[in-house]
Nanobody
Framework: VQLQASGGGLVQTGGSLRLSCALS????????MNWFRQTPGKEREFVAG????????RYADSVKGRFTISRDGAKNTVYLQMSSLKFEDTGTYYC???????????????WGQGTLVTVSS
């Protein structure tokens, strides 16, 4: 299983960014795809998740209404559209698979390499 995350960068407060996570070597039929983020000294935290088959979505309270997770079956890619970015959204964002809906990193199965998002104030 390989997950390739991309799309991070530097953006100003209030701006937008779209992250992508390309999957390979994985049968997505009933997997869950998730985005987590981590800043130095803090635990990796759940940001958003989507059930591949049904498209059911879940979000952390801190990003509800600002972030949107989606998937493209033809491209085997999961996206995280981030809008109205805040300084506290800064961190390294990771995509990860799981066998069920998860709220912590402990429930994830496979991880991508991470992509850095920096929101300047």
């Amino acid at each position: 299983v390989q997950l390739q995350a991309s799309g991070g960068g530097l953006v100003q407060t209030g701006g937008s960014l779209r992250l992508s996570c390309a999957l390979s070597g994985l049968t997505t039929s009933d997997n869950f795809m998730n985005w987590f983020r981590q800043t130095p000294g803090k635990e990796r935290e759940f940001v958003a998740g989507i059930r591949w088959r049904e498209g059911t979505k879940r979000y952390a309270d801190s990003v509800k209404g600002r972030f949107t997770i989606s998937r493209d079956g033809a491209k085997n890619t999961v996206y995280l559209q981030m809008s109205s970015l805040k300084f506290e959204d800064t961190g390294t964002y990771y995509c990860a698979t799981s066998d069920r809906a998860v709220a912590t990193a402990a429930g994830a199965r496979a991880w991508g390499q991470g992509t850095l998002v920096t929101v300047s104030s």
